[in-house]
């Protein structure tokens, strides 16, 4: 069973970036069965979509977030990441990452999720 793991600081500071990685275990990302995804859930927002990565490399992103999101992926070890730039308090939250099944249109697998705070 594939299993996917968040990692990162817990604690930003504002305007630094936030850096995120997702492992996976149990399976590849590079099959193009699946998008790798990010989500966030905060109080004050709930759970919002951050942005993909497609078993290609192909990135997609909330609109809102496109200008400050990068998210990269590592093959060689079985990776991807989340960089979210100028954050704010606003972009606390808990950060979760995901993954979509395309053929099914769900996401079948999530990682527990990890608090960051961004606070000076």
């Known amino acids: 069973q594939v299993q996917l793991q968040e990692s990162g600081p817990g604690l930003v500071k504002p305007s630094q970036t936030l850096s995120l990685t997702c492992t996976v275990s149990?399976?590849?990302?590079?099959?193009?069965?699946?998008?790798w995804n990010w989500i966030r859930q905060s109080p004050e927002r709930g759970l919002e979509w951050v942005g993909l990565i497609g078993y290609d490399g192909t990135t997609g992103y909330r609109a809102s977030l496109k200008s400050r999101a990068s998210i990269s992926r590592d093959t060689s070890k079985n990776q991807f990441s989340l960089e979210l730039t100028a954050t704010t308090p606003d972009d606390t939250a808990v950060y979760y990452c995901a993954r979509w099944k395309i053929s099914g249109q769900n996401y079948d697998s999530w990682g527990q999720g990890t608090q960051v705070t961004v606070s000076s």
């Open positions: 149990g399976g590849s990302i590079t099959p193009s069965a699946y998008t």
